[in-house]
């Protein structure tokens, strides 16, 4: 009996990624705006700024702001993109960035066994949640 041929599985012989996520740049038409929130967020001045643009590296990921010609007002889908930011003190960040003035969309709340997650936006209306680093069980 003849052995079939058959198409091999795609994900067996497809190479694996070796994208890494290494910086995310938020575009705005008001960048010195920006930029002065989230210097107040990382409480330290950008590590970089130069030509409009300001950045800081947060943990493993560069965070750039910077003025983009198709960006105009607020963020119409705030929800699209939401920049994570672990801390295990959810709590202790909320109030500080609070009482800096950050607009809260929603206050901390624990997710069952996950721990903590508020979100907040910044002047754009770009949403930030403040999160418990995830552990793997």
């Known amino acids: 009996m003849a052995a079939q041929d058959h198409a091999p599985d795609r994900a067996s012989t497809q190479p694996a990624s070796t994208l890494n996520l290494s910086s995310i740049l938020i575009g705005t038409a008001q960048p010195q705006v920006l930029a002065d929130f989230y210097a107040k967020v990382f409480a330290r001045p950008a590590d970089m700024s130069e030509g409009g643009y300001s950045g800081w590296q947060v943990g493993n990921c560069f965070l750039t702001i910077g003025e983009h010609s198709e960006?105009?007002?607020?963020?119409?889908?705030?929800a699209r993109i939401i920049l994570n930011l672990e801390t295990k003190a959810v709590q202790a960040e909320f109030e500080r960035l609070k009482k800096l003035g950050v607009t809260v969309i929603k206050e901390p709340y624990g997710m069952e066994e996950e721990g903590w997650i508020a979100t907040l936006a910044d002047p754009d209306g770009n949403f930030i949640q403040l999160m418990t680093p995830w552990e793997p069980s």
């Open 71 to 78: 960006v105009q007002g607020k963020a119409k889908e705030p």
